[in-house]
């Protein structure tokens, strides 16, 4: 009798246990990557220039259907990726000290479909005067949710000081393919993982 029970229990265990499974998203078995380059000269369209405040928006060619959205503002970038809704009000996430991206976006597919896109960013610090201080860069990987076609929302998912962790790419592509598809824009708040160094930024 005392068996039999067990033998059920592990039965009903092993049931719920594959159901949990079944239930969360399947991304780690067929995740792949690929990479494509920000052109602003051959391969950026502007969509909008404020030459006097120094402001621009551009879409940008990005992995196949999938564009990058870019604009810049008072030395700031801001970048959303795949579809979006053109009609809400745009999303500015960027970080308080001047900086800049960098051109190399990292695409992480499932099924061959991007749902997430991870950039460099690079935090131009200051000087006790006030001045971009050449010695005290930083570099944060973006990790970003990818617009898709039903829902239309792309935001930042988290960063990864990549000064500050030796293994910061890998840790970045954890990030995007644990978080990204469920992450919730407008909700959900992101964060940094791993080792936060002084040089890492303020977002906003």
């Known amino acids: 009798m005392f068996l039999a029970k067990a033998y ?27 990479y494509t380059k920000i052109d602003f000269e051959k391969t950026c369209k502007v969509i909008e220039e ?28 801001a970048v959303r990726f795949g579809y979006i809704d ?3 009000a745009a999303i500015w996430q960027s970080f308080g000290q001047w900086n800049q991206i960098g051109t190399t976006v990292e695409w ?12 460099r960013w690079f935090i131009e610090n200051t000087d006790d ?9 930083g570099q944060v990987l973006v990790v970003s949710r990818v617009g898709q076609p039903e829902d239309k929302q792309s935001c ?4 990864v000081d990549a000064l500050a962790n030796r293994n910061a790419n890998a840790m970045a592509r954890e990030l995007a393919d644990s978080h990204a ?22 977002p906003g």
């Not at 592990?10 to 078995?29: D, E, F, I, N, Y």
């Not at 992480?108 to 950039?119: E, S």
């Open 50 to 77: 404020i030459k006097e405040g120094g402001s621009v928006s551009m879409r940008c060619e990005g992995y196949r259907d999938y564009v990058v959205h870019f604009a810049e503002g008072d030395l700031r970038h």
């Open 8 to 34: 059920n229990m592990r039965l009903t265990l092993l049931a719920a246990t594959t159901l949990v499974a079944l239930a969360q998203p399947s991304l780690a078995a067929d995740v792949t990557g690929a």
């Open 156 to 159: 930042v998912v988290g960063y």
């Open 181 to 202: 598809v469920s992450f919730e824009c407008g909700k959900d708040t992101p964060a940094y993982h791993g080792t936060r160094g002084g040089l890492s930024g303020n």
């Open 86 to 88: 053109k009609n809400a």
């Open 129 to 137: 005067e006030g001045s971009a201080d050449p010695n005290k860069v």
């Open 108 to 119: 992480r597919l499932a099924a061959g479909k991007p749902f997430a896109a991870i950039l």
